[in-house]
């Protein structure tokens, strides 16, 4: 590196300033907000902006708002100058439009406000947060059954409505009127104000210090420094294309129970990444998303992946990618009147897995030992949610927005450790799981469960994280309804380098249960000893009302695994076993391991272990099977061939796909997953979906399960490989 | 054994002993015969209590008496120690086993959600296993939210798991987590009772007893570390009480509490968590005792050491108390002086990160391999190595000239990592360094203060450890804060603020009243008065007298639906129905002023959610810094002149060197200077006047 001609120290510590600055306006906005959804489950997110709508610096509380501050300030510059109107101190935008304004979905609302020095217009501060409710036909601002967006609540294209620093009076009896919980959602807004108010000043005070010119070259060196470290990163993964499918689920409305095919296809070039998603036509249910979502979750995909050490999240790091979501009309894409109020969380979660799938592919392939050590299982991506209106024990009502199932997801098994119980989704960092006794002293329910899911974690050397499983019956008010939905039940997350896919979530409804009776005997309702009708009911839900005695169990999925289940140490699956992590079937199917009572039964787990490998390639194996060089890549590929890792067996010609080479197993995924006792929703209708597992046919190592539908042929392998540039 | 405080036995014991168990050092520091005496010894991890008789014997040498006679002498020995803190920060406790309300034994690997804010997945790992799964036994027993039994505990239940527990899986002491035990602790305590049947002598820690609030996680995971921590805690609590009763201790015996207060032998033995965090309180404490001998009311303090910078604050004379800390991934219901830590010590070590931008910290080079300039192989440049190479720091007179700095390679070191890459002199990499770790510093006082919604020009900023003074007034000027006092006995202020504590004890109970009903305020009287009963009552048991126990209440605040509380005082006596909705207008002023004018939520009733009774015991303290008199300068102030480089200015001068024995009362320097110390070196930038005030504290002004 060649000297610098500024002030590296000041630089830094302006750096540190401005991220100081976006940390406390997350704190006024954390104090400040009484919402559970921003204090405990830490739904929302807080950035600087200069003039030409640039990040200076970005708290990292949920990741895809990189995304709706991005498009929401660029709709407001766009706007301002379409309008010629005069900026001034105190102005301030809702925004929370999928559509126009790049938000998430219309219940994460945004307020953003202009930033001045001295009377000098200097940017903008954005907050945004995961509001009670929006109105409309969903609570909380998730409609499943809407079938057109001007169903799904209050829609705010940049709408000013702050004025000197305060909501307009008028629009303040707009929203109240147009909301279930008037005083909770103005409370929100007036709280995301306070958030902004607090950048301004902490933003005059930094400049105070640092004076104008300095400040605006210090931003400037700063998103440089970022932009130059991350091409530094991404010089040293192999150019070419890069490819991977997933499917979005629907089964709402009145059927029929849909799979809508999205792909995405990783341009990598030099030190640039061109992202391009594709998807089939939009449809009219909530899934639809936007390029707030895509983008939004695309970058989340790639920051877990590629955000590491020493790289601040500032707008140097957009510069070497893009992202593009093609013609306008699918579900990557929509336009009105596509409904869009699961954006974030359907197509938009799929698309944050494609993103880090594609990533993954390629740099597994990278010679940067460090890169290969990014590559990690799929975290979920994906939970049972619920939203419920209704009367509570305390002469009120409750409006009920548990974050509970989402933020107790599994996360997706890393090269240096198993998966994270509980990690959440992928965007949902800091998040927090609620207290049991927060639910009940606030709402009519009784909790009978909060456990983890044994075997929920993906197979694995390395196992994915774990999930939650609750159950709470209604035990008070008169009853509870709102919209149920949930994003992963049939296509779970997949591994990577033969690691097996997670469970998926679930949840159901148990009607008229003896959970009334049980404690009118004065005996505890179990899991064991819950009794009722079970219902099985859509994933996605327009409405379910709960009686009082009914109960709702959710289940949230895990995360996916990492490398060959027969690499994982024996004794790490026994702790396992006796811990109840995995039960003993689930331990001797994919693991091969067998325990005699609490020990490791050594010559049994051997023996299954070497009748798994044959069964695998219906042969006995001609190689031993290896862990492979870098953990969680088992697949290597030179000018010519496409190998094992663990045996060097070739399997392909460069050019073509590893799965030619590979021997096969592909089972219905339910089938395959009630062998293994995991959770996934079965299809009733066509297509199915199934695991591919495919194995080395010289060591049968587990080189890759994936999970696809039965329509699809093959799915696709990286191509068009050059060397990596080297700068 | 009566622990009361002041009782002498005859002989008219007169001594007080404050001892801080650090990191590296026991410190001592004794009040006696009209002046104050200081011992240290390294920390001795095998078994702590050896350290802290050497550090006592050492202090005793400086009164020429023997370590037994001056234990005779003492009135009151206080003892803070990190054996609480170290078991487990090092995972190392007790095998404990939890019997846990049936369908929820997985609440500590959920742990409220474990992920970071931080965005890298390779930092995404679970919580540590306090205990093991097989160790958590669920029980069937049920009771709701206002406190009601839903179902009965079965009692032979309790029996039965808590000896599956203890013989089949091992464990050697328990936890007993029910589901709203703090509205209703009836269950928690007939379980304890069932196990205490079978045995008698095993540790059990029910949950309500060590934090009566909601939010099981919270409440469940103080209970299990209370429990984790108690067998190292009981080891060491009993083998210092048996050296120093044998060695002649016959005065009173307190263990100080991250709390900022002292409690008795047979309490720290039955909440040994309390113990957790007792050296940074023990130096706000001092601070606090300081400042109100100075008449200040508000004070940001730091304190320096060779791995980190603590920082915390005082306003009214109040020091801060977290609530709910949060033990590094432990989310805990413990109260204790709010003080933060960074990576800031003269060992951090400077580096160049991946965008090419130099850094400090938070890595620290430790005592091995050490900064460069100790010649132990360190090849990597320390702030040490920075101050030595500016000037600030007398190679030959390092740790009182026991260790002899090697100059040249403190600039080797600076010079190969930062020198060539950024075309710097050695200087200027060594003032790089300086500023950033001061940058680093000031970012954590401003955390304390701005973060809490305090202006730190409002406040002075004491500084003390050895090694705080050189950067204080750099660190006070990034801040505007216009006074810097520096105490005398600047490196063993933490063993000295022990001296000034009193006994104390605190207990939140939630309560949760709708101060929109305030019919409710007779149930909250009844269980303020039962709180306030049963805590004097403790007091009294240690030993005080009813006219020495204060006791100060206080409630959590909320909008109904906020899940952050803030704190109000109560009144001393028992609350009306009228009360109501004058504590709602208080809480409203409050509200806005901690959060801003038209912050307060509309139309929203508010909950008293907590109610805490805190209760002091006063003993008679030490006198501690008798005010001085202004004295005449004995002596030319300037002992010699240093060349240094100024950080700020970035240019080299000849300083002069204050020698401090001759720097009296009422003397006055103007900077740039140093003062060198018996423990410490003070820097006095140009612009900024130093003088030594009555109590002989180096007081700097802008």
């Known amino acids: 590196m060649s000297t610098a001609d500024y002030d590296v120290i000041a630089a830094e510590v302006h750096r540190k300033a401005l991220q100081n600055l976006t940390d406390e306006m997350a704190i006024t906005l954390v104090r400040t907000s009484g919402s559970p959804i921003v204090t405990e489950s830490k739904d929302f997110s807080t950035c600087l902006l200069d003039t030409a709508g640039e990040h200076l610096g970005f708290s990292s509380y949920v990741l895809f708002h990189v995304g709706s501050s991005l498009i929401g300030t660029k709709a407001i510059i766009d706007l301002v100058a379409a309008q010629g109107g005069e900026l001034k101190p105190g102005d301030g935008w809702v925004v929370n439009d999928p559509h126009t304004a790049g938000a998430m979905h219309q219940g994460d609302v945004s307020i953003i406000m202009p930033t001045f020095y001295e009377g000098e217009h200097l940017g903008w501060s954005f907050a945004n947060m995961h509001v009670l409710d929006v109105g409309g036909v969903g609570i909380s601002g998730y409609a499943p059954g809407a079938h057109d967006v001007y169903q799904e609540g209050l829609r705010f294209p940049p ?52 004076g104008l010119e300095h400040h605006k070259r210090y931003c400037e060196i700063n998103k440089d420094l970022s932009e130059q470290v991350l091409r530094e990163r991404i010089a040293k993964i192999p150019d070419g294309v890069y490819e991977a499918v997933d499917w979005n689920e629907f089964d709402g409305h009145d059927g029929p129970d849909r799979l809508l095919e999205l792909r995405v296809r990783l341009e990598v070039d030099g030190t640039d990444l061109r992202y391009t998603y594709s998807g089939v036509p939009q449809i009219d249910a909530f899934v639809n998303s936007t390029e707030g979502p895509m983008f939004g979750q695309a970058m989340t995909g790639l920051m877990t992946v590629l955000v590491y050490g020493d790289l601040p999240v500032n707008g140097g790091l957009w510069r070497p990618i893009s992202v593009d979501i093609g013609e306008p009309g699918t579900i990557v894409n929509s336009i009105p009147p596509a409904p869009v109020s699961n954006a974030h969380s359907e197509v938009g979660m799929r698309a944050c897995k494609l993103s880090k799938d594609v990533l993954c592919q390629a740099l597994a392939l990278s010679d940067d030992p460090l890169l290969r050590s990014r590559i990690a299982g799929q975290h979920q991506d994906g939970f049972p949610g619920n939203a419920l209106f209704g009367t509570n024990q305390h002469g009120g009502v409750s409006v009920i927005f548990y974050p509970d199932n989402a933020i107790g997801s599994g996360g997706g098994a890393q090269t240096i450790n198993d998966g994270q119980d509980a990690y959440g989704l992928t965007c949902t960092t800091g ?120 109960v709702f169990v959710a289940t949230a999925g895990g995360g996916a695994g990492l490398g060959d289940p027969l690499l994982r140490p024996p004794a790490l699956v026994v702790r396992d076993v006796i811990d109840g992590y995995v039960t003993a079937r689930h331990a001797e199917h994919v693991y091969g391991v067998v325990l005699a009572g609490s020990e490791l039964d050594a010559a049994a787990t051997d023996a299954t272990r070497a009748r798994i490998r044959r069964e695998r390639i219906g042969a006995e194996p001609g190689r031993a099977l290896r862990a492979p060089a870098s953990i969680g890549v088992s697949l290597v590929r030179d000018a010519e061939w496409w190998s094992c890792a663990s045996c060097a067996e070739q399997l392909a010609p460069a050019s073509g796909n590893w799965r030619e080479g590979a021997v096969l197993r592909e089972l219905p995924i339910a089938e395959r997953y009630e062998q293994l006792e995991m959770i996934v929703r079965d299809r009733l209708e066509e297509p199915r979906v199934t695991t591919r597992e495919h194995f080395c046919p010289g060591c049968a190592a587990s080189l890759g399960v994936d999970v696809a539908t039965s329509e699809l042929e093959t799915l696709p392998a990286a191509s068009a490989l050059r060397e990596a540039v080297v700068v | 054994m009566s622990n009361s405080v002041g009782n002498g036995n005859g002989t008219a014991p007169s001594a007080f002993i404050g001892v801080d168990v650090g990191g590296t ?55 803070g120690t990190t054996v609480v803190t170290n078991t487990i920060t090092t995972l190392r406790g007790s095998r404990v086993g939890v019997l846990i309300t049936s369908g929820f034994r997985d609440a500590f690997r959920l742990a409220g959600g474990p992920r970071t804010t931080e965005i890298d997945d390779h930092l995404q790992v679970n919580v540590p296993d306090l205990v093991q799964r097989r160790a958590i036994a669920e029980i069937d027993e049920r009771v709701n939210w206002a406190g009601e039994v839903l179902v009965p505990l079965d009692v032979e239940q309790v029996k039965a798991q808590a000896r599956y527990l203890v013989e089949e899986v091992g464990v050697d002491a328990l936890a007993v987590c029910f589901l709203w035990s703090h509205a209703n602790e ?125 920082t915390g604050i005082i306003s009214d004379n109040e020091i801060h108390i977290d609530k709910n800390l949060q033990l590094g991934p432990f989310m805990t219901g413990v109260n204790i002086v709010d003080v933060i830590s960074v990576g800031a010590g003269g060992g951090s070590i400077g580096w160049v990160s991946e965008r090419g931008v130099p850094q400090v910290g938070p890595q620290s080079a430790g005592s091995t391999p050490g900064p460069a300039a100790l010649g132990r192989g360190g090849e990597q440049p320390t702030v040490t190595d920075a101050m030595v190479t500016l000037g600030f720091i007398d190679p030959d007179n390092y740790l009182g000239g026991r260790v002899q700095l090697r100059p040249e390679l403190a600039r080797a070191a600076l010079d190969g990592t930062f020198g060539e890459r950024f075309g710097w002199s050695t200087e200027q990499a060594a003032a790089a360094i300086h500023d950033l770790v001061v940058v680093n510093m000031a970012n954590a006082v401003r955390e304390v203060s701005v973060g809490k919604g305090h202006d730190p020009r409002d406040f002075l900023f004491l500084a003390y450890g050895g090694t705080l003074p050189l950067f204080a007034s750099q660190i006070a000027e990034r801040l505007s804060i216009d006074t810097i006092v520096i105490p005398q006995n600047s490196s063993v202020f933490c063993a000295l603020g022990l001296l000034s504590s009193d006994y104390v004890t605190r207990n939140d109970q939630g309560v949760n009243w709708d101060l929109s009903k305030p019919d409710g305020v007779e149930r909250v009287n009844a269980i303020a008065a039962r709180m306030v009963e049963e805590a004097i009552a403790q007091m009294e048991s240690e030993g005080f007298a009813r006219d020495q126990i204060d006791v100060q209440r206080s409630a959590d605040l909320r909008f109904q639906g906020q899940a952050y509380e803030l704190t109000l005082p109560m009144p001393a006596r028992p609350l009306t129905a009228d009360d109501a909705s004058a504590i709602f207008d208080d809480f409203l002023a409050h509200y806005e002023r901690t959060y801003g004018e038209g912050t307060a939520w509309k139309g929203v009733p508010a909950s008293l959610i907590n109610y805490s009774v805190t209760v002091t015991g006063r003993g008679e303290r030490p006198q501690l810094g008798a005010v001085a008199a202004a004295g005449e300068a004995a002596g030319e102030l300037v002992r010699e002149t240093r060349e240094v480089f100024l950080p700020a200015e970035r240019r080299r001068e000849r300083i002069p060197v204050i020698d401090d024995a001759r720097f009296v009362v009422g003397a006055r320097v103007e900077g740039p200077a140093i003062i ?27």
């Open chain 2, 186 to 310: 009836a269950h928690e305590l007939a379980a304890e009772a069932a196990i205490k049947e079978v045995y008698p002598d095993l540790f059990v820690t029910p949950s309500h007893r060590v934090f009566p609030v909601e939010g099981e996680t919270r409440r469940w995971t103080t209970a299990i570390l209370n429990s984790f921590v108690q067998d190292r805690a009981e080891v060491y609590l009993t083998s210092l009480n048996e050296r120093l009763r044998s060695a002649g201790l016959g005065g009173g015996l307190a263990f100080f509490q991250g709390l900022g207060g002292g409690i008795s032998l047979e309490k720290a033995r039955q909440y040994p968590l309390g113990l957790l965090g007792s050296g940074p309180a023990g130096g706000a404490l001092g601070a606090n005792e300081l400042a109100k001998r100075m008449g200040k009311r508000r004070v940001l303090l730091g304190d320096m050491g060779g791995t980190s910078f603590d």
């Open chain 1, 431 to 550: 998040g927090g799981i609620p207290d049991i006794e927060n639910h009940e002293g606030a709402d009519p329910v009784l909790f009978l469960w909060r456990r983890l899911v044994a075997n929920s974690g993906g197979p694995g050397q390395m196992r994915g994280g774990q999930s939650l499983d609750q159950a709470y019956a209604i035990t008070d008010g008169s009853g509870m309804s709102g919209p149920c939905f949930n994003a992963c039940a049939q296509v779970p997350p997949h591994g990577v380098g033969g690691g097996y896919p997670g469970s998926a979530g679930s949840f159901h409804p148990v009607r008229e249960s003896n959970v009334p009776a049980l404690l009118a005997a004065r005996t505890l309702p179990t899991m064991e000893r819950l009794d009722g009708r079970e219902e099985r009911v859509r994933s996605k839900l327009t409405h379910i009302n709960l009686a009082v005695g009914d």
């Open chain 2, 25 to 79: 050092h026991t410190d001592v520091s004794v009040v006696y015969d009209g002046r104050v005496e200081r011992g240290k010894a390294l920390t001795t991890y095998d078994d702590f209590s050896r350290g802290v008789l050497e550090a006592v014997g050492v202090a005793a040498g400086n009164y020429e008496l023997g370590m037994e006679e001056l234990l005779r002498r003492t009135q009151l020995f206080i003892n």
């Open chain 2, 676 to 702: 060198d110390a018996v423990d410490t070196t003070i820097y006095v930038p140009p612009g900024t006047t130093a003088v030594r005030d009555e109590h002989m504290n180096y007081v700097l002004t802008r």
């Open chain 1, 159 to 210: 709408i000013k409505i702050i004025r000197d620093g305060r909501i307009d009076p008028e629009w303040e009896t707009y929203i109240a009127a147009n909301v279930r919980a008037p005083g909770a959602v103005l409370n929100d807004i007036r709280s995301m104000v306070a958030s902004n108010r607090t950048g301004e000043r902490k933003l005059k005070q930094i400049i105070d210090e640092f």
